[in-house]
């Protein structure tokens, strides 16, 4: 998903721009890096891994100036070397200019063709660089009016933040798919950040999110608000509440934990489960699990213990990390389970081999029955505006039944919260939830993600 961070008006902001990207770790894991300014030149660090791993007390002393902006990656278009980490910061014939971007540009690849083909080198794999040269190519007179002509030629999602020595421009697409919110400190300091929590500790206010389609300019003169954009249906992804966004955030005036408890609470509705314990997969299904517990009245026990030391096993990129994660991750806790039938709530069902293994653990430390409830529907289809979902091939709901799905991971019973319920848990209309539905907000031109094959399942 991708986490940006920007800041103005602190005599040390690239150590606030470090607090806020710690407060985002959660989205994206590969990547770390921060660029300021003092107000004539850009200071820019990146490297590979976890903040605190890229960032220290010396490299933060190299990065002055009361303006900074920050990036967490993890990759969706582009693969995961340092060449794609953010932000990208540039000099041009107009000055220096650094941007992070968090989202999917969907006509990526037609528009880089283009761009070749009329002599542009790039130096990256990541559609962000395509906003750099278009920005470079573009014969508007400021640097905020030749961000705007850039992004007519783009499509897809993306909230963004981009820094000069002279200025701070946030924006989020027109659809507003990604979060992006604004926020004050100590009456003189603005910050952005793509969730609230970011703000939480730099002790800045929350002030709103930023609309879709809406752009703020931070400079000398001030803060000021444009709408650039045609208006669009707001779509914003509904996965942030299912598994994305922190719990303490609030995403579109919806607290992130209430809406996972009531999803719980309703997917106990529509999927309820003959059990003696309910327990989470920590940490994104413990107040889905709460909810589900507290409407079928059942105790809530955690009967698997997350080891903070490993990363979120969903964003790491390679399979064979994902499935070593699995027991890394996660460990039973076998008084709890010992001879009881355990409904187990877990955020999403992708590829299936994580629940397998999850199924297959609880069995191992004892439980009698295991029932896997999914705080969201079926995942059926990829979702190309910053998900790294795989190819339709890959995700088990796009071609194998509940019953099948539920065989193959070895489950006595499956059971999954419908699109209405999502939607209901959430505010009702207004998301995008193409990864569910399949209708995509915006015609996908990227790549043929029809099924390409049918993956077969052992047990099935």
């Known amino acids: 998903m991708c986490g940006v961070f920007g800041i103005v008006g602190a005599p040390e902001a690239a150590n606030l721009a470090y607090l806020g990207l710690h407060s985002l770790q959660h989205r994206g894991q590969e990547s770390a890096g921060i660029v300021s300014t003092d107000g004539e030149r850009l200071f820019a660090h990146r490297g590979l891994g976890l903040v605190q ?72 794999t990541s559609d962000t660089e395509l906003l750099v040269h278009l920005i470079a190519r573009s014969r508007q007179a400021s640097t905020v009016e030749r961000v705007i002509d850039a992004l ?28 992006l919110c604004l926020g004050l400190m100590n009456d003189t300091t603005h910050v952005v950040a793509s969730e609230r929590g970011a703000f939480h500790l730099i002790g800045a206010e929350h002030l709103r999110d930023l609309e879709p389609g809406e752009m703020i300019v931070i400079d000398e003169r001030g ?65 889905s699990a709460m ?37 890394l991750k996660l460990s039973p806790v076998r008084d709890v389970l010992r001879g009881k039938r355990v409904a187990v709530v877990d955020d999403s069902i992708v590829r299936g081999t994580t629940s397998r293994k999850i199924v297959a653990m609880l069995r191992d430390a004892g439980a009698r029955e295991v029932h896997l409830r999914i705080a969201s529907p079926p995942t059926r289809w990829p979702c190309f505006y910053g998900i790294d979902t795989p190819s339709r091939a890959e995700l088990i709901a796009s071609s194998h039944s509940v019953q099948e799905i539920g065989r193959y991971i070895t489950a006595d019973s499956l059971g999954y919260v419908s699109l ?41």
């Open 291 to 327: 909810g589900f517990a507290e409407r079928l009245g059942l105790p809530f026990e955690l009967g698997l213990i997350r080891s903070h030391y490993v990363g979120r096993t969903f964003i790491e990129p390679a399979q064979s990390i994902r499935h070593f994660g699995v027991r």
């Open 152 to 179: 007519g030629h783009v499509e897809g999602a993306y909230s963004m933040v981009f820094l000069t020595p002279r200025e701070l421009i946030a924006v989020r697409d027109p659809h507003g798919f990604r979060p």
């Open 223 to 287: 803060m000021r608000s444009l709408k650039p954009f045609a208006a669009q249906p707001r779509k914003m992804c509904i996965f942030e509440y299912v598994y994305f966004a922190r719990p303490d955030s609030t995403t579109e005036g919806i607290g992130v934990y209430g809406a996972r408890k009531r999803l719980g609470a309703k997917l106990a509705e529509e999927q309820p489960a003959e059990a003696d314990v309910v327990i989470p997969v920590p940490d994104s299904g413990v107040a």
């Open 420 to 460: 209405e319920g999502l939607r209901a848990a959430v505010g009702g209309e207004g998301y995008c939830d193409a990864c569910f539905s399949g209708d995509y907000p915006i015609p996908v031109r990227r790549r043929d993600e029809s099924i390409r094959r049918q993956l077969p399942l052992v047990g099935v």
């Open 53 to 124: 791993d890229v960032f220290g007390e010396r490299v933060l002393d190299r990065l002055p100036g009361a303006r900074a902006i920050g990036h967490v990656r993890y990759s969706t278009a582009g693969d995961s070397g340092l060449k794609n980490a953010q932000p990208i910061a540039v000099d041009y014939a107009h000055g220096s200019l650094a941007v992070a971007h968090n989202g999917n540009l969907t006509n990526f690849d037609e528009l880089r063709a283009r761009l070749e083909a009329e002599g542009s080198i790039f130096q990256t």
